[in-house]
Structures are given as structure tokens and as C-alpha cells.
């Protein structure tokens, strides 16, 4: 009866919610209930005036919940059959497994390596334009780096090797085994470095399902379950285990131990370089170390069971940087501190927390610690148009800038430049060999000093027009790729939808013209050239470079709103985060562990007590390291009002 009426009462509002919303979101709107069309209005009426970002913190918090939650009811597709079957029960499990099986009772392969990327949005097949405009085009005119341009003090090396260890992680695509191979046509051509290259197709497996016929699927565990170090099933994990007292393998250097090939032990070692490597090594060492002051606490604990609560420490720890220390420094604004603070420590904050455990849901005690985990009706798995944003290529610089450690360090304890390495040559087994030579210190300390290249047109490093790929195992490829061109192919290939047509369905306002995508009158004219007049042609990567960004995001809005719907279901569909985030699972003493690392800073003083002291002026680890500190804001923090 009730929805009988609700659904009358909506239809009568029907005309008057056409004059006033978008006509793009008609449709999507006859789908939802009225709460959420309700919903949509508050938001859709904050974006046509373009202002969320200048709310006051309260109530920017107030519209991302609500653009939350209508993303998680309308942007989840599931991938592929659900199986059916007898649940398990989590207390036979009660610790994360090689190839991330048993985390959801519900379903036992949810989040497993080799399952399904799931999607945000319907499928776009892209079949009879997979060329046009023709990637190594696209890639020449609008990313090609021209001139390095960065970004100032906010996000530093660290912090772009942070990223990439995350990716190492979460996602990687399975490829078939026959190649194809792109061209680049004459227009093109002489500023091509590659005339011509061949690479891997992605592999397509059918899902058995009527509306999304084909996938792709991920060969790393999509869970935050520390991946990139131990593996993504156990003859990697078996490669990095010690089997002594829990621990993993490392070198009396501090650096990965390596094998007979020169690939680097570590649990993801893919298309790397050394500054993914050196945060592989400081995470062994925090594992290690976990392993070590749990065999202190609890002497009976034999090694498996070490491995596995240091395991579960380590996984949260790494975690808790990303969402409480990286991304308030990618995302350098009061909302979204006090919104990642939320996410973990939820709004009544963490002195509560500490005090009391988690009291109330989500949004009052946090994602983290949640009775239940919630994957709102849809297996976890990451997603296809996650990916996408995650294409961050343009975060690399041409060169690291070696920094002299052995001297005194100056004015806000910068450091002067020994030497400027060029990427390449710090990449793959190269790269592997160069790092004993430069070593863990020089090498952390020097990426925290450099600033990483901004998301921006006209910034995708070179140097990554013309390099060696790699095979899963870490071994190089013959062929050479042009990386750009590549990933513009990828995204039509996997079927993403393009720029325009992304915004839409995640329920941002389309462009309907160049303007109003970028000021640069330059982009404009180059945009106008490659795509004509036909903004639905652009392609998402470009798109996201090109975007106007908010004061204070180094990512665009749109890439920003898939993290906001991603960055909670990593944490909120985990029962390790939530309904086993608790000191039975983790032991007392891993608990506390994890409760009381607030920052890679941190981390990094636990392991070189000296090292952030003497070098590091910042309050991140993840910005510049000779910026000044944040100066005190005597404002609370949810009733501040951006500038
Ligand atoms: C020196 C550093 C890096 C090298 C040599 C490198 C190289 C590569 C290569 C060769 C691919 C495979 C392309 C393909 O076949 O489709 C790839 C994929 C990718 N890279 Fe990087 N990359 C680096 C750093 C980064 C960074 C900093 C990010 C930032 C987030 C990143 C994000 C990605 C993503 C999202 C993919 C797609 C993965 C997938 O297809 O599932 N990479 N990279």
C-alpha cells in the first residue's frame, strides 16, 4: 500500500523533477525510490551550482554521504554468477588466506585472485572504434609530456610509489596469449618512438549472464589484504615466507632478496621500479617486526600463527596510511580530512574511539570495526572503471633527483641534489640492480624531497612511450610499449565507457562542450582537432587529465568519485576491517598496533628512528619533505569553511 502511494505520489511529480533535473538523468531517476530521487535532487541542486567543495566541512560531509549512498544503490554490477552454496563459517578462518578465499561467509571466491572485475556502470562496446581516434594520436597530441610540471609541495615521490604499490595490491588484468599490434599512423608518426607496437589483448571470459556477457578478470586479490608483499596465492607466498618465527625474507641491506633471474622476492613485482620495491621492504620490515613483538607477548605462538596475525597487522596498518595519511594529502582539503578521518575513526572521532570501541554505524563509529561487513548486495570484487582512474601514469617524473645525504641538511632540512638518475634505468631488473648501490635510506629520503608530476594534459612521461613491459612473473617482455596509446586502448577494449558518458552515469553533469571541461584555450583547439566538435568521443584518460580540478585534489571530480564509492567498500565489505577487526582476531598486542600507527611517518620511525628527524620538515610523509608543517587551525575541523 504504502509503496503504491509513493509510487503514485512520484509520478505526479514526475513533469515538475523533468523541468528541473538534467534530461540525461530522466531515466535514471524513473528507477529510483522517491527517498533517493529526494536525494539526487539535494545533490544534483549542489551541482548545478557548483559549489560542494566551498560547503562548510559539515555539511560537504552531508552531500558526499548522500552521493555516497546513491552510488552504492545505483553503481554496483555484479560480474558473473554468484555461486549458491553452503556459507562457511569465519571462525575457521580467522586470518587472511594466499589467494584472498574465505573473507566473505557468503560467498567463499568473493575478492579471490582470478575473479571477475565487477563494473560501475553498463558496459560501452567499443568494437568498431577500438581506433578512433587513433590511440598513438591521443597519446601524441594530448598526453605526451611537453614541458615536467608538478605538484609544488602537496604530493611527493613517495607518495606516487605509494599509489603504485597499492596497484600491486588490488588490480591486474589477465591477457590472452596472441598479440596485436597498433601503428602509428603518418600524422604522427616522426613524433612517435615507437613506429609500431605489439602487445597482449585482454583476455574476455564469458559470465554465463544476459546484460554484461564477457569480463575480464583480476589476477591480484582485490582485497586491502597487503598483496603486493606477500602474493597473490601461495606459490608466491611460499617464495617470501622465512617459515621461522612468522617472517618474510629480506636482505641484511633492508632491501628484497632476489632470485636466481634477478626479480625482485616480493609479492607483486610487475612492471615495478625501486621506489615500489623500497616500500615493499619497509612493509617486510613492519611485518617482521610485528612478528617479533607478538613472539615477545605470546612465546607459545608457532610460526603460522605469527605469520597470520602479523599478516592481518601489516594488511591494516597499510590501510590505515591510505585512507588517514595518503589520501588527505591527494585530497588536501578540511572535508575530506575530516571525511577519510571519518572512514576510519568515524565522526565522533578517535579519542572516542579509543576510549569507548566503536559505538553507533558507520557514520558515527566508522567503516572500520562495523558489526557486520556490507558489500550492499553485490559481491566485492574492484572494478573495470576503477581502473581506469587509477591510470596514473603522468605521477612519474624523467628523472629521481639523488639527494646527498651525508650532508648537513639546509633550510627546512632540504638536502642538495647528488645526482639525477633517469627513470628508465630504475625500472624492472634494471632498476632491481641499481638500488643496493643508492640504498633504502638515500632512496626514500630523495623521493620524499621530490615533488611527483601533476594529472595534467601534456605530462605522460616519455620515457614510458617506449618501454619494456613485463610477463606476470616479472620477466621482461620483448616488445616494447607505448604506454599512453596503450591505455587508451585498454579502456575502449575493456568496453569503459568514455568521458562524457562516465560522468553521466555516475551521476555528474555531462559536458556539452569543450569549455566546459578545461580554460586552457590551447587544450581546446587540440581537443577540438583530435575529437572534432563531439565530446562523447573523448576518452575517459584524457578527459581526466583535462578536467578543471578542485582547489586542493591533484585527481579530477570525476576519478574522485569512484574513489569515494571504492575507497569505503575496501574497508566495508572486509570482514578483517570490520566484524573481525577485533582483538581476538588480531591478538591484543596486533591491535594495539594497529590503533596506535597513525601515519607512514610513523611507520618510518620505527624502523629508522633518525630518519624523519634529521630530513623531514613536513607533517606527511607523502608530502614534499622540505614544505613547513600544517600551521595549527584553532577552527574545529567540521566547522571550518574552505577558502
Ligand atoms: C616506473 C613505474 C611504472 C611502470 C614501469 C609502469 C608500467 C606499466 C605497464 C607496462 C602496465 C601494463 C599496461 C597494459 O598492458 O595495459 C601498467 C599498468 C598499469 N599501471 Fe603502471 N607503471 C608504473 C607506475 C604506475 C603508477 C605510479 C601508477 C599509479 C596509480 C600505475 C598504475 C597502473 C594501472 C592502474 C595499470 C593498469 C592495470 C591493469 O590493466 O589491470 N602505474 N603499468
Known amino acids: 500500500?504504502?509503496?503504491?502511494?509513493?509510487?503514485?505520489?512520484?509520478?505526479?511529480?514526475?513533469?515538475?523533477?523533468?523541468?528541473?533535473?538534467?534530461?540525461?538523468?530522466?531515466?535514471?531517476?524513473?528507477?529510483?525510490?522517491?527517498?533517493?530521487?529526494?536525494?539526487?535532487?539535494?545533490?544534483?541542486?549542489?551541482?548545478?551550482?557548483?559549489?560542494?567543495?566551498?560547503?562548510?566541512?559539515?555539511?560537504?560531509?552531508?552531500?558526499?554521504?548522500?552521493?555516497?549512498?546513491?552510488?552504492?544503490?545505483?553503481?554496483?554490477?555484479?560480474?558473473?554468477?554468484?555461486p549458491t552454496g553452503v556459507r562457511f563459517n569465519p571462525v575457521d578462518y580467522p586470518y587472511r588466506t594466499a589467494d584472498g578465499t574465505f573473507n566473505d561467509p557468503f560467498n567463499e571466491g568473493a575478492g579471490s585472485q582470478g575473479t571477475f572485475f565487477g563494473r560501475n556502470m553498463l558496459p560501452v562496446i567499443q568494437t568498431d572504434k577500438l581506433k578512433k581516434p587513433d590511440p598513438m594520436v591521443v597519446a601524441t597530441k594530448l598526453l605526451a609530456r611537453r614541458k615536467f610540471k608538478d605538484t609544488g609541495k602537496q604530493f611527493n615521490m613517495i607518495a606516487a610509489s605509494w599509489i603504485q604499490f597499492m596497484i600491486h595490491d588490488w588490480i591486474d588484468h589477465l591477457e590472452e596469449t596472441n598479440q596485436i599490434e597498433l601503428a602509428a599512423p603518418r600524422e604522427v608518426a616522426s613524433e612517435c618512438p615507437l613506429k609500431s607496437f605489439k602487445f597482449y589483448k585482454t583476455k574476455q571470459v564469458p559470465t554465463g549472464f544476459y546484460d554484461i556477457k564477457t569480463g575480464t578478470l583480476n589476477t591480484r586479490t582485490p582485497w586491502w589484504d597487503g598483496s603486493a608483499i606477500y602474493g597473490s596465492n601461495e606459490e608466491r607466498l611460499h617464495k617470501v615466507r622465512t617459515y621461522k618465527d612468522g617472517k618474510l625474507k629480506i636482505s641484511e641491506d633492508d632491501l628484497l632478496l632476489h632470485d636466481q633471474d634477478g626479480i625482485a622476492l616480493s609479492g607483486d613485482v610487475r612492471n615495478s621500479w625501486i621506489g615500489v620495491s623500497t616500500l615493499q621492504a619497509l612493509f617486510v620490515k613492519e611485518h617482521n617486526a610485528v612478528c617479533d613483538a607478538l613472539k615477545k607477548e605470546y612465546p607459545d605462538l608457532k610460526d603460522e600463527e605469527l605469520y597470520r596475525h602479523a599478516r592481518l597487522v601489516t594488511a591494516a596498518v597499510i590501510a590505515k596510511i591510505h585512507t588517514i595519511d595518503w589520501t588527505v594529502e591527494l585530497l588536501k582539503t578540511d572535508t575530506l580530512l575530516a571525511g577519510m578521518r571519518a572512514n576510519w575513526y568515524g565522526l565522533l572521532g578517535k579519542k572516542f574511539k579509543d576510549t569507548f570501541g566503536h559505538v553507533g554505524g558507520a557514520i558515527l563509529g566508522g567503516l572500520v570495526g562495523l558489526k557486520k561487513p556490507d558489500n550492499h548486495g553485490v559481491p566485492y570484487s574492484l572494478t573495470e572503471e576503477f581502473v581506469s582512474v587509477y591510470r596514473m601514469h603522468s605521477l612519474l617524473p624523467d628523472h629521481l633527483a639523488l639527494r646527498d645525504i651525508s650532508s648537513e641538511p639546509g633550510p627546512n632540512k632540504s638536502l642538495p641534489l647528488k645526482e639525477e638518475i633517469p627513470m628508465q634505468n630504475l625500472i624492472g631488473l634494471k632498476?632491481?640492480?641499481?638500488?643496493?648501490?643508492?640504498?633504502?635510506?638515500?632512496?626514500?629520503?630523495?623521493?620524499?624531497?621530490?615533488?611527483?608530476?601533476?594529472?595534467?594534459?601534456?605530462?605522460?612521461?616519455l620515457w614510458l612511450r617506449d618501454v619494456i613491459a613485463q610477463d606476470i612473473t616479472g620477466h621482461d617482455r620483448l616488445d616494447h610499449v607505448d604506454l599512453p596509446a596503450l591505455e587508451v586502448y585498454r579502456d575502449r577494449e575493456r568496453n569503459v565507457a568514455r568521458y562524457n558518458e562516465f560522468r553521466r552515469s555516475i551521476l555528474l553533469i555531462p559536458i556539452s562542450k569543450w569549455e566546459d571541461l578545461t580554460d586552457d584555450k590551447e587544450a581546446i583547439e587540440v581537443l577540438n582537432e583530435v575529437y572534432g566538435e563531439d565530446v562523447e568521443?573523448?576518452?575517459?584518460?584524457?578527459?581526466?587529465?583535462?578536467?578543471?580540478?578542485?582547489?586542493?585534489?591533484?585527481?579530477?571530480?570525476?576519478?574522485?568519485?569512484?574513489?569515494?564509492?571504492?575507497?569505503?567498500?575496501?574497508l566495508e565489505a572486509?570482514?578483517?576491517?570490520?566484524?573481525?577487526?577485533?582483538?581476538?582476531?588480531?591478538?591484543?598486542?596486533?591491535?594495539?598496533?594497529?590503533?596506535?600507527?597513525?601515519?607512514?611517518?610513523?611507520?618510518?620511525?620505527?624502523?629508522?628512528?633518525?630518519?624523519?628527524?634529521?630530513?623531514?620538515?613536513?607533517?606527511?610523509?607523502?608530502?614534499?619533505?622540505?614544505?613547513?608543517?600544517?600551521?595549527?587551525?584553532?577552527?574545529?575541523?567540521?566547522?571550518?569553511?574552505?577558502?
Do not use: C
Open 1 to 82: 500500500m504504502f509503496s503504491l502511494v509513493m509510487k503514485s505520489l512520484k509520478s505526479l511529480l514526475t513533469p515538475l523533477l523533468h523541468r528541473y533535473i538534467h534530461e540525461d538523468f530522466h531515466a535514471v531517476v524513473a528507477k529510483m525510490t522517491i527517498i533517493d530521487t529526494f536525494l539526487f535532487l539535494i545533490v544534483h541542486s549542489i551541482d548545478k551550482l557548483g559549489i560542494w567543495p566551498k560547503l562548510p566541512v559539515f555539511l560537504g560531509l552531508f552531500y558526499l554521504g548522500i552521493r555516497r549512498h546513491l552510488h552504492q544503490e545505483y553503481n554496483l554490477l555484479n560480474v558473473g554468477k554468484t
Open 431 to 461: 632498476g632491481e640492480e641499481a638500488l643496493p648501490k643508492i640504498g633504502f635510506t638515500s632512496q626514500m629520503v630523495s623521493m620524499g624531497h621530490q615533488a611527483s608530476g601533476a594529472l595534467e594534459l601534456w605530462n605522460y612521461p
Open 574 to 643: 572486509d570482514r578483517f576491517f570490520t566484524s573481525n577487526f577485533n582483538e581476538e582476531t588480531y591478538t591484543k598486542k596486533g591491535f594495539e598496533w594497529v590503533n596506535t600507527t597513525e601515519s607512514l611517518k610513523d611507520v618510518l620511525d620505527r624502523h629508522y628512528p633518525e630518519m624523519t628527524n634529521k630530513w623531514m620538515n613536513s607533517a606527511s610523509a607523502f608530502s614534499v619533505w622540505d614544505s613547513p608543517p600544517v600551521a595549527d587551525n584553532p577552527i574545529p575541523l567540521y566547522l571550518r569553511i574552505p577558502q
Open 537 to 570: 568521443e573523448l576518452d575517459l584518460l584524457v578527459g581526466l587529465m583535462a578536467e578543471k580540478k578542485i582547489k586542493g585534489f591533484a585527481i579530477s571530480e570525476t576519478a574522485f568519485i569512484i574513489f569515494l564509492l571504492l575507497a569505503t567498500r575496501r
